[in-house]
């Protein structure tokens, strides 16, 4: 997902439910970037640190035309399986350049795109990510008459237009068609958000190969969990919770200050791929209150914060700026599958981690939630983060 899918945010993820497989943000190809380098904290998952992670990394790109993707892809040399080429978002700016779910406004033009970047990077070397049309979905057919003969290593369908956005209900009958069309797996994607929801969408599609997950993951952080059997029901005390939160706003804030410095992992002055080394991101922490609280206390004496106080978590977390702000991104949606006490507005509102931490404490103890916290999806809130200008 676009600005989300960042490399602490998939650290977190792995800590907390664990998935096989993730993608990356998008990287906008242009004539002029990235060059002859990957951004550095981009996909290191793929090279130095791929055996560091206990899930595979798929690097996506956004491209114009298919020279400046093939670029891209052979950066990636043989690190990869394959490259996700994004054909789905529907942000504004990348459409507007012609990029993203743009492509799908010419079928000819993106066949002829995908086509030639399958053939020069190779078969099986080219994933390819999309909506069902772009104005409308009986498009559909006709885009993927198009690719269902191409050496494609799979096919991710969102099902919604580039004018849907994100509202009303996938269309997962377009995937079924298409799985029973393509020699090449067909992945699905839209309105998983948990168990139930995807044993439904595996009856409306019984043909794919696989499922993504994009806003459920970030409603439910804990959902592959729940998806893959292991768990029903997720239940956190309410230290977890918050030592968790800590440990995102943490893996943030220790990669801004990183990047600050250096774009090279291995110079960075506080060893992030050291720190990796020592196996910490093989095993999920997943509702595990002393592990958490492990991830928690090594992450201050990293960034050289004040002592963890295990009476009082949330002391000496004077963290502000980009990684407060995404902290308070992602409890924005997670609070949806928690109790309907921790929707308090005025949360979005602190000033630091600290104030947020202690307020989620606050809330969580006057319910006397101090464990039995159950995370479960509130179809109450679905309009909420139907908007278009969600992350692809």
Request: charged share 20%; hydrophobic share 40%.
């Amino acid at each position: 997902m676009e600005g989300v899918t960042t490399l602490p945010m998939r650290l977190w993820m792995a800590l907390t439910s664990a998935p096989e497989t993730m993608g990356t943000p998008f990287l906008r190809v242009t004539p002029t970037f990235p060059g002859a380098l990957l951004p550095g904290m981009f996909a290191p998952e793929c090279a130095e640190f791929k055996l560091l992670v206990s899930y595979r990394l798929i690097p996506q790109i956004m491209a114009v035309d298919a020279e400046q993707a093939k670029f891209a892809v052979d950066t990636f040399s043989m690190d990869v399986p394959f490259v996700e080429l994004n054909c789905g978002c529907p942000s504004p700016t990348p459409v507007g350049k012609g990029a993203g779910s743009s492509l799908l406004q010419n079928p000819e033009y993106f066949f002829s795109t995908v086509s030639s970047l399958a053939s020069s990077v190779g078969p099986g070397r080219l994933a390819i990510k999309m909506r069902t049309g772009f104005y409308d979905e009986r498009e559909f057919p006709n885009l993927l008459s198009g690719l269902s003969s191409l050496p494609l290593a799979r096919l991710t369908i969102h099902g919604r237009t580039r004018v849907d956005g994100y509202t009303g209900k996938a269309r997962w009958n377009w995937m079924s068609m298409a799985a029973t069309q393509c020699s090449f797996p067909v992945i699905g994607s839209g309105d998983v958000v948990d168990a139930a929801s995807l044993q439904q969408k595996r009856l409306e599609a019984p043909e794919i190969s696989g499922v993504i997950v994009g806003r459920g993951a970030l409603r439910n952080p804990w959902i592959f969990q729940e998806l893959t059997g292991l768990s029903r029901n997720i239940e956190l005390s309410l230290n977890t919770l918050c030592h968790a939160l800590i440990v995102h706003c943490l893996l943030h804030e220790w990669t801004r200050r990183e990047t600050e410095t250096t774009s090279n992992i291995f110079d960075m002055p506080s060893g992030i791929a050291r720190f990796m080394e020592s196996g910490r991101f093989l095993k999920a922490a997943i509702n595990d209150e002393s592990r958490w609280m492990y991830h928690h206390q090594k992450l201050r004496q990293v960034l050289r914060l004040q002592t963890l106080d295990e009476r009082h978590p949330y002391l000496g977390l004077d963290i502000k700026g980009p990684a407060l702000g995404r902290t308070k991104m992602l409890w924005n949606y997670l609070k949806s599958s928690l109790p309907d006490a921790f929707s308090e507005p005025l949360l979005l509102r602190s000033a630091d981690l600290e104030q947020l931490i202690s307020g989620i404490l606050a809330i969580g103890q006057a319910q006397g939630l101090g464990r039995g916290i159950f995370l479960n999806h509130n179809p109450r809130w679905d309009r909420i983060y139907s908007g278009r200008a969600a992350n692809p």
